[in-house]
């Protein structure tokens, strides 16, 4: 990848678990400036990193303009995020990432920015049991987050044709890693898993646990992000790891990796979750190279080392 430093780029949400390790790989060739209100992301995610840091809202259409003023790349990476959150406050959830989603492409248009990147998500897909998820195929979100996301993706797609702002919306696939927070009730599984059973805890699953993931490592989706900017792509593009794996098959690794065994604790499913999840990676492997570099249990090693030394 090109070396640009000089050249600005912004992070929305640059605080939070996936923004923050974005901000810290794009400072090695770029100014970096991180947007967050600091609702879910955290300032200590930013220790050490050669950033400069706005502290405020994606709904705060002024500072937008301020900051992406000489911007090339926006990364909007900001958002409520957890379907589970999106359920219990579907309101708020709509607000900031539907509206703040739509600042963003305003601001971005109105200041010139190159391009923009948008963290979209796998759970626009609903529960279609066809697999491998392909891009093609017609979304059936199964909740407010879902839903929040496709409306994200398809500002993308009109600010794209309608003001020739190039956009990318990229489908994530159940991104783990560093810095992703474990303490919320809406935590996502692995860190949940992790903390668990290096407090001594099993780990607990919601439901059956024969319900599948494509886990993707976090520096695999930092790469496909910097990527795609830097390519001529637009449009929206699957990044996963192309493989699936059920919870109780996540539980036996962590457990395994950790030196600990625990029975799990089962409790009632989710609403609005999916039961499978696996991707075709092929449009971005295509359109900008995209490749996974870490398997699951390589990216486990690396997660459950970051917990243990925090």
């Keep these: 990848m090109p070396t640009c430093l000089g050249m600005k780029v912004v992070v929305t949400g640059g605080a939070g678990f996936i923004g923050s390790n974005l901000a810290q790989e794009l400072s090695k060739r770029y100014e970096v400036t991180v947007i967050d209100d600091l609702a879910t992301g955290r300032e200590s995610n930013l220790a050490g990193l050669d950033v400069k840091f706005a502290r405020g809202s994606i709904l705060d259409t002024d500072l937008l303009e301020q900051v992406f003023s000489d911007a090339r790349y926006v990364f909007h990476q900001a958002a409520l995020p957890s379907v589970q959150r999106s359920v219990d406050d579907p309101a708020r959830t709509n607000l900031v990432n539907v509206n703040g989603t739509l600042n963003v492409l305003v601001a971005a248009r109105d200041t010139g920015v190159k391009k923009v990147v948008f963290a979209s998500s796998s759970s626009v897909y609903g529960d279609t049991p066809t697999l491998p998820k392909r891009e093609a195929m017609i979304p059936d979100p199964k909740s407010p987050y879902a839903v929040t996301k496709l409306a ?9 044709s309608l003001y020739g702002l190039p956009t990318v919306a990229l489908r994530y696939f159940n991104v783990f890693g560093p810095r992703q927070d474990p303490t919320s009730q809406y935590a996502a599984v692995i860190p949940n898993f992790i903390t668990r059973v290096l407090g001594g805890e099993p780990p607990v699953i919601h439901g059956d646990g024969r319900q599948t993931r494509d886990f993707t490592f976090v520096r695999d989706v ?6 795609a900017a830097e390519s001529d792509a637009v449009g929206v593009f699957n990044i996963a790891c192309q493989r699936r794996v059920d ?3 996540l539980a036996d690794r962590i457990m395994g990796l950790v030196g600990t065994r625990h029975d799990p604790v089962h409790e009632d499913p989710r609403p609005g979750d999916v039961r499978d999840s696996l991707a075709d990676i092929s449009l971005a492997s295509e359109a900008f190279g995209y ?3 870490y398997s699951l249990t390589d990216g486990l090693k690396e997660t459950i080392q ?5």
């Design 152 to 160: 994200g993706e398809h500002y993308c797609r009109v600010f794209s």
């Design 222 to 227: 930092v790469a496909a992000n910097i990527l």
């Design 247 to 249: 919870l109780l098959e």
């Design 291 to 293: 490749a996974p570099h």
């Design 306 to 310: 970051w917990f243990t030394s925090t």
